[in-house]
């Protein structure tokens, strides 16, 4: 059996306009294969009716499978309305979901997650019953997984003048189908189908109907209708009308087939009107896409009614789904298709560029763009369509191969089209730029030959295509330069060509617009040029067979960047750490020096580590000096930084705070203000209290009832302080906050207690407490005596000053009534009034279970009963054990003639004496009124052993043997 959770939720109420009242809260854990209970108090709303009630629930939960909840509301006055029971399969939360009377989607018709308005399972109408809304209201969530659990983020009821009126039974649907009466093939396949037929037993063997359906998952629903019943009328009146509704698991039912449930729906006879509608709902038992049939027959007696059935879920309503559910692929490509969602088997048409037509999967290759059609087969049969679109490739031409006498190529690639994309790459050789996606770039090859190669892509296809550049140039012409490359553009003013020993000179120098180049030298003027990529060519007549060449050189000038300096030290640091590093950012510039504003503080120039331990307390100003990079074209640069280092001030790091239970759900009132001097000892301190430890880091956010704050958490909650002292670090600590359990008495406990009579009882409250006051009775005892019924309460305060008012009732009981059996060995009591279990006890202190007490003969005992129930009520008896002689001689000698009875003369009143053989046959029945003559009590019997029976009438049994010998 697991434990009941409940969960108590911190309300606030939102007036809707001027009639509406909502009132919300918070949620909380969804326990594992358990039941949980949220509660909201509700009042000022009065009476529900059709006038002014609910009108709707809300609910915000996360849960992975929604199949394995029930969500049910319940009100104050304990009527239940089922929300949504196993719905939604294996789908996941309920988000912003909202019950309601007036929305056309019913929730066991919806998919998960479910979002939106929905009619409930069951009516809130039921609970506009003209009875009081104020109280408790409960949302309960049974989770049936023992693996997984979700979170109630929060939950509302809204009450106003439209509320949900409960709509009445629905009406006998108008059906277009007719029931099968054979195992044929009608099913249900799709929502809003109904099926009708006419049970006729008024002939021999009735005709039975047969519908089936394919299971969208563990549960399945359906309403069934029954009508124009008319029975035979018997000596008994009428006989039952019912019709069975039987689930199998099967296409058609063979002979010896056991249902998986069956329902029996019994038909009113005095129904007004003479429709009988039913819900069912099949729980936990189907399987998805597999397929069932439902049976349905009348029993008893010669009967005709017509009856109908219809759907409300959990049939195979879903479509199939491919995944893709389209795809493009270029031209002599195949894509693979698979069915993720629906029942099979699956068929595929058409054939033509498929590897099967059958299965949830299969490869397409078509040539052309092919809409392919994917079938289920069988009852509740669906298609899909499937667009397979193929993509023409892309043209990736080049260019011809290139051979000149240059080392400046030209490329002449074709143009993608609208919606591709091409990129260069460099398969073999020395080029410069290295990445381009311009069809015309120009490149410059550092070595004798190149490949490129032009790549082009539409994102489904990609082709490329190379082209072979040459430098032709002969080897005793040397027209190569350089530059240095990459250049920040702040290192020089002026960047001279690098220009070999044997470098051929007379040319022109020459570049494309931004680069500011002397056409004889072939210097660059940086302080005129513009960052960028530039290709610089020097044209010179080389021989007759290359004639007048360009020959180039790549340089890349880069802009002057400023750096990220931005680093971050705490602005304050407790002189209790060893040391502190800085923060960096991405990106942050290396290379620099940390320094301080003074030397009291200890910082390490390279990685601008404080040590802590080392420094002095005080302010100071932490700077950064980057000196820049004409290599890296990085600019110099400061950054600066204030720091603090102070000593902690004095404070506890941990308090435990402790409240009474005032609403008895957990929640207390807290004086956190009270609580600083438990803190700290610091006289100007300040103290702020946050919920959360980021709040208080954050200075965000404080709580502002300090004096009567009230715990979020029932029963244990945690909140923080910021604790701030001029000239000291701030420091944080952690308040737990205990809500004291109420105070209560297991002596006292719940009740009730009994008086009888006018008997005296004593109510005990038990000891360990401060005080008592005692009502109605106003006494401040542990104790106190009563002796007439009604409640008795009593206000205990515990030795903290926490109070609870305890009550129990005190009821009038009658005394049991019980007889004593006196057997040789025991005295057995026998209780003839009452309710067990009794108790049992000789003086009234001690008591037992056992019903049997120990005697000596002589003794005069009081035997105490009780209910164990009713403990105050003990009913006794006082009793004597006599000396009963075993034997006798009844021959006349005056000796030992009688049976002497005299020590039965303690009890009064009539005396039944009764003799038994051994066989149990009564042979001798005396009643003595005369305690006189007990002494003398002739028995004139055979010799032999005899069984006595002694009764004295409502009081006791005395039980033994006695031997009569005549001789």
């Not at 509301?73 to 399969?89: A, C, D, K, V, Y």
């Amino acid at each position: 059996m697991f434990s009941k959770k409940h969960i108590i939720l911190l309300l606030t109420i939102v007036y809707k306009l001027c009639t509406a009242q909502t009132f919300s809260g918070a949620g909380g854990i969804i326990a594992k294969n358990d039941y949980t209970v949220f509660d909201i108090p509700v009042n000022g709303i009065g009476n529900l009716d059709s006038n002014h009630g609910l009108e709707k629930i809300c609910i915000n939960l996360n849960f992975p499978h929604d199949e394995n909840l029930k969500i049910v509301l319940r009100s104050p006055f304990g009527s239940m309305i089922t929300l949504s029971e196993n719905n939604g399969g294996q789908g996941s939360d309920y988000i912003g979901t909202c019950f309601d009377g007036v929305s056309t989607n019913t929730i066991i018709l919806g998919q998960a997650p479910f979002t939106g308005n929905f009619l409930p399972e069951k009516s809130l109408g039921n609970l506009n019953n003209n009875k009081s809304g104020d109280g408790n209201w409960s949302l309960i969530i049974w989770n049936n997984s023992a693996s997984l659990s979700g979170n109630l983020i929060d939950w509302t009821l809204t009450f106003g003048d439209n509320p949900v009126v409960t709509p009445p039974d629905p009406p006998y649907p108008d059906c277009t189908y007719s029931i099968p009466t054979t195992c044929a093939d009608e099913a249900f396949c799709d929502y809003g189908k109904s099926f009708c037929g006419v049970y006729d037993n008024t002939v021999r063997n009735g005709k039975k109907g047969y519908v089936k359906f394919k299971a969208s998952g563990k549960n399945a629903s359906f309403r069934v209708w029954i009508k124009n019943a008319g029975a035979d009328r018997d000596l008994g009146g009428y006989l039952p009308i019912e019709l069975y509704v039987s689930i199998y698991r099967s296409d058609c039912i063979s002979a010896g087939s056991q249902p998986l449930e069956t329902y029996t729906l019994p038909y009113n006879l005095n129904s007004i009107p003479d429709t009988n509608y039913y819900d069912i709902k099949i729980n936990d038992i189907l399987e998805e896409c597999q397929l069932y049939t439902i049976k349905l027959e009348g029993i008893n007696n010669r009967c005709y009614f017509e009856y109908a059935i219809t759907q409300t879920s959990g049939i195979n309503t879903k479509e199939i789904v491919v995944d893709p559910p389209s795809a493009k692929i270029c031209a002599g490509d195949s894509v693979d298709l698979s069915v993720t969602q629906g029942c099979g088997p699956f068929v595929w048409s058409p054939s033509t560029g498929l590897n099967t037509t059958s299965g949830a999967h299969v490869v397409a290759s078509p040539t052309v763009t092919t809409l392919y059609k994917v079938s289920s087969t069988g009852v509740c049969s669906k298609t899909k369509d499937v667009l397979v679109e193929v993509v023409p490739k892309p043209i990736a031409n080049a260019g011809a191969d290139q051979t000149k006498c240059s080392n400046i190529f030209q490329m002449n690639a074709s143009v993608p089209a609208s919606g591709e994309n091409g990129f260069w790459q460099i398969i073999s050789g020395n080029v410069s730029p290295n990445v381009s996606s311009d069809p015309k770039q120009i490149f410059v090859l550092s070595s004798q030959t190149a490949t490129l190669r032009w790549t082009v892509s539409n994102g489904i296809c990609t082709v490329s295509d190379d082209v072979k550049l040459v430098n032709t140039l002969p080897s005793n012409i040397n027209l190569s330069f350089s530059y240095e490359s990459p250049v920040c553009i702040k290192k020089y003013n002026f960047l001279s060509p690098q220009l070999p020993a044997n470098f051929s000179a007379g040319g022109t120098f020459s570049s494309t617009s931004g680069l500011v180049v002397n056409p004889l030298t072939g210097v660059i003027n940086l302080t005129q040029s513009s960052p960028g990529n530039y290709i610089v060519k020097y044209n010179k007549y080389v021989n007759p067979t290359c004639g007048i060449v360009d020959y180039g050189a790549f340089v890349e000038i880069k802009h002057y960047t400023n750096p990220i300096l931005n680093f971050n030290f705490p602005t304050t640091i407790c002189n209790d750490v060893i040391s502190v590093l800085p923060t960096l950012p991405t990106g942050f510039q290396l290379g620099g020096t940390f320094s301080s504003s003074s030397s009291n503080l200890s910082i390490d120039a390279t990685t601008g580590m404080i040590d802590v331990a080392n420094s002095q307390n005080g302010v100071y100003t932490i700077t950064y000096h980057y000196p820049g990079s004409l290599v890296d074209c990085i600019a110099p640069n400061t950054y600066s930084q204030q720091v603090a280092i102070w000593s902690k001030p004095q404070y506890f790091q941990n308090l435990d705070v402790f409240s009474c239970n005032i609403s008895g759900t957990g929640i207390g009132s807290f004086d956190l203000l009270s609580t600083k001097a438990s803190l700290t000892t610091e006289t100007n301190a300040t103290v702020t209290f946050f919920e959360t430890l980021q709040d208080a880091e954050m200075n965000q956010n404080p709580i502002t009832n300090t004096s009567s704050y009230p715990n979020e958490v029932p029963d244990h909650d945690i909140i923080f302080a910021r604790i701030s002292v001029p000239n000291k670090c701030t420091v944080y600590a952690t308040l737990d906050l205990y809500v004291r359990e109420n105070v209560y008495s297991d002596t006292l406990g719940e009740g009730p207690y009994y008086v009888c009579g006018g008997t005296i009882l004593e109510l005990d409250a038990g000891e360990g407490f401060y005080s008592y006051e005692w009502s109605p009775t106003n006494e401040t005892t542990q104790k106190i005596k009563v002796n007439t019924p009604g409640e008795y309460c009593v206000k205990l305060t515990s030795t903290e000053g926490c109070s609870f008012v305890q009550c129990v009732l005190v009821k009038e009981a009658n005394l049991l009534e019980f007889e004593v059996e006196i057997t040789s060995n025991h005295l057995v009591v026998h209780v003839t009034s009452g309710n067990a279990p009794f108790e049992y006890s000789l003086d009234g202190i001690t008591w037992q279970n056992e019903n049997q007490f120990p005697y000596s003969k002589g003794d005069t005992i009081t035997i105490f009963v009780r209910e164990k129930s009713k403990q105050g009520c003990v009913a006794s008896k006082t009793i004597h054990i006599p000396f009963i002689p075993n034997a006798i001689t009844p021959n006349g000698d005056g000796i030992n003639d009688f049976w002497d009875l005299s020590t039965l003369s303690f009890y009064s009143g009539t005396i039944k004496v009764k003799l038994f053989d051994q066989y149990g046959t009564l042979v001798k029945e005396l009643t003595i009124n005369d305690g006189k003559n007990l002494a003398n009590i002739e028995i004139k019997l055979p010799t032999g052993s005899y069984w006595y029976l002694i009764e004295i009438p409502n009081f006791a049994l005395l039980k033994g043997w006695l031997l009569v010998k005549n001789r």
